[in-house]
Each structure stands twice: as structure tokens, then as C-alpha cells.
């Protein structure tokens, strides 16, 4: 009987006030009268039913905004992830790219005394980060020389350590 007192009351006022959103029941109070509206066994007045359909409305309405809002800020949020992400990932191609500059570099100082350790750094360089220029060095380095093999592996006596050598014509 109460609370039907106070939405007669409430609906009365809302309608004489010309029925401004800010009188219209919102959070716990527009619960309580859900609960009460299921439960109540009578009619309602035209007023008092039209006071309950504009809370309905506007409760719906605050909650598709709340969505929205929701949607908005987890859209704003993925797009920065990506970003962040997209950065990062450039920033480590862009370090792996140094990375082999520096390697084809230390590479090109050795190349004359030792083709092997120029080949191996051309190869660390191309792990890094695949170019042309690391490739064309790659293949300039097997041309100047035979590369060294241990067919021996390493922990082994200096006796069985031998190496393999070429002749000039490849055999």
C-alpha cells in the first residue's frame, strides 16, 4: 500500500510538473518498483501507468547508452593495443635489421683474413634479418675461400683435428 502511495503521489506530481525525465524514478527506487509491479495483483491509473512506461523507457535508454559507453572505451581500448602492438613489432624488425647491418659490417672487416668468420657473421645476419646485400655477401664470402670445418668436433686431440681443403678447381 506504500509504495502504491508513493507511485500515485510520484505519477501525480511528474504529470502536474509537465513530466521532466528528472522526477522519474532511477536506480534502486525504479528496482524496488519493478519488484512491486510484479507482484501487485491490481490495475494501475492511466497517469500512474504512463509514469511507469517513461521509467521503463528512460531506464532502457540509460542502459543502451551504458552499453554504447562500454562498447566506445573496449573499441578505444583494442585500437591502442593494437597500436602499441604494431609499434613494438616495428621497433624489433627495425633492431634485427641494425642487428645484421652490424654483423654484414663485422663481417666486411674480416672478410680478406677470414672468409670463414665472414661467412659465419653474413650468416648470423641473415638469421636476423634477410636482406639482398646480406645474401650478395653471403655468396662473396664462398667464393674468396674454402671455409673452415672441424670434422674432428670440439674436446677432441689436436692429432684427429684436421681440416678439409679444396683445390682450385672445387675438387
Not at 578505444?76 to 645484421?100: C, N, Q
Amino acid at each position: 500500500a506504500l509504495r502504491r502511495d508513493q507511485l500515485r503521489q510520484s505519477a501525480r506530481t511528474w504529470e502536474e510538473s509537465g513530466r521532466p525525465s528528472g522526477l522519474l524514478w532511477t536506480g534502486k527506487s525504479y528496482r524496488e518498483f519493478l519488484v512491486w509491479r510484479e507482484s501487485y495483483p491490481g490495475g494501475l491509473s492511466t497517469i500512474e501507468e504512463t509514469f511507469a512506461a517513461a521509467m521503463t523507457t528512460r531506464a532502457e535508454r540509460r542502459r543502451r547508452w551504458t552499453r554504447i559507453t562500454v562498447a566506445g572505451v573496449m573499441t578505444i581500448l583494442i585500437a591502442v593495443i593494437a597500436a602499441i602492438g604494431w609499434y613494438a613489432s616495428r621497433a624489433e624488425r627495425e633492431r634485427r635489421r641494425a642487428e645484421a647491418s652490424r654483423l654484414l659490417a663485422l663481417g666486411r672487416l674480416q672478410i680478406d683474413q677470414n672468409p670463414t668468420l665472414a661467412l659465419a657473421l653474413t650468416t648470423a645476419g641473415l638469421q636476423q634479418a634477410d636482406s639482398p646485400r646480406l645474401r650478395h655477401f653471403a655468396l662473396e664470402a664462398l667464393q674468396r675461400g674454402p671455409t673452415y670445418v672441424d670434422l674432428a668436433g670440439p674436446g677432441t686431440d689436436e692429432e684427429t683435428h684436421c681440416a678439409v681443403q679444396f683445390s682450385p678447381d672445387g675438387k
